[in-house]
Structure formats: C-alpha cells, structure tokens
C-alpha cells in the first residue's frame, strides 16, 4: 500500500492511472463512482479531495482534469492504443466491434484531449502529393463536420477515403494531391464525413502494422 493512503484511496488512483495509460484522458467522476460501485458522485469527491491533499492528484473545475502528479504513478507509456478499422458499412456505428481489425500504437501526445481517435490503413496513391503513401496509417478525430480545405476520411460506401475536402454549392469535391486521379464529386447530402485527419504513421519494412 502506498504510503499513507487507504485501500480504497489507493485502488481509486492505480484505476485512474490506468485509465490514463489506456485511453489516453482521465476518468470522470461518475466513471470512477460506477467502477466502485460508490453511489453519489460526493462519496467519490471525498476520496479525490484526500488523493490531492496528499500530494497525489491534483484537479481543477473542468470535467474529466484528474492529473496524476506522484512519480510513482506516472504512467511510463506514452502510446495510447487505437482501433485500426476495416470496412465501414454505412450506417453503421464507425467503432463497431466488426469494423476492428486490430489495436495500433499511437502516442498520447498525437491524441491528447481526443476522445474516440481511431486509425486508417491508406489504400492507393491518391494523395502522394502531401506524403501519404499507400499502407500508411492515419489518425483520424473523429467529427462530422469539416472546414473546406480540410483533410478528412468520408465514407464512400463501404470504404474510407482520405481527400482534402472542397465545398462548390451543392456539390462537395473530394480533392487528391497525385495528379494522375481526379477529383470525387459528389453531392453535398452524400458527403458523409466521419473524421479529420490529425496524424501520419509508417512502417517502412512492414513489420509493425
């Protein structure tokens, strides 16, 4: 047991802290109530306010700002595990369960503060020009709505396509950089935009992913 801790302050902060590791962002209070089985959200207040008068957490006003503070339990991974999806039926939930190929990598810092970041395998040479090579990995924020401009995956189908996005009227074109292809035109209504592409992975040997 950890110097003057309890037991149960104890379990609460390995819980957070593994929280952290996994998903990349804090625990909410209910969150933390609901795996301790703590039935008000002051039962798990009092234990928080004991962890950080101890030195152990510290917090602020904002949802979800449990910050571990103790050496003993900074997480000492910096990668966070992402689902790596496969094909996406429309109409379908993205991070369904049968969409998951595997669990990827990624680290905390590309993800921080992003909840439900998910990954792509890029098909083709379509988008060359910005350095996006076939069987690299995107890190996509998932969001529905896009800037023009913006480099994003829409749902074409049952695949995912990366493209930077342009808005003509009631048209969207899905805009390659590999001036070989032409541009995707589509109906503004068809334009189903599940994410914004907020990082790049590679492996040049083909080994890891």
Not at 126 to 135: K, L, Q
């Amino acid at each position: 047991m950890a110097k003057g801790l309890t037991k149960r302050q104890e379990n609460i902060l390995q819980f957070v802290t593994d929280y952290v590791q996994q998903e990349g962002y804090p625990p909410s209070i209910r969150e933390i109530g609901t795996q301790f089985k703590i039935g008000s959200l002051r039962g798990v207040t009092v234990h928080l306010d004991a962890l950080e008068r101890k030195g152990f957490i510290e917090r602020s006003n904002t949802p979800r700002s449990i910050k571990i503070k103790h050496p003993a339990y900074q997480a000492s991974n910096k990668v966070i595990m992402l689902p790596l999806l496969g094909q996406i039926a429309a109409g379908a939930p993205i991070l369904a369960t049968e969409h998951v190929e595997n669990l990827v990598p990624v680290p905390t810092e590309m993800v921080r503060n992003m909840q439900g970041a998910f990954v792509l395998r890029v098909k083709g040479d379509s988008m060359s020009g910005e350095g996006i090579n076939p069987r690299d990995l995107v890190v996509v924020k998932p969001q529905q709505a896009a800037n023009h401009g913006d480099l994003v995956a829409v749902l074409l189908g049952e695949e995912a396509t990366v493209k930077r996005i342009h808005f003509n009227g009631p048209q969207v074109r899905l805009m390659p950089s590999n001036p070989a292809y032409d541009p995707i035109v589509i109906d503004r209504e068809d334009a189903r935009v599940i994410g914004k592409i907020v990082g790049l992975m590679r492996d040049y040997e083909g080994m890891a992913f």
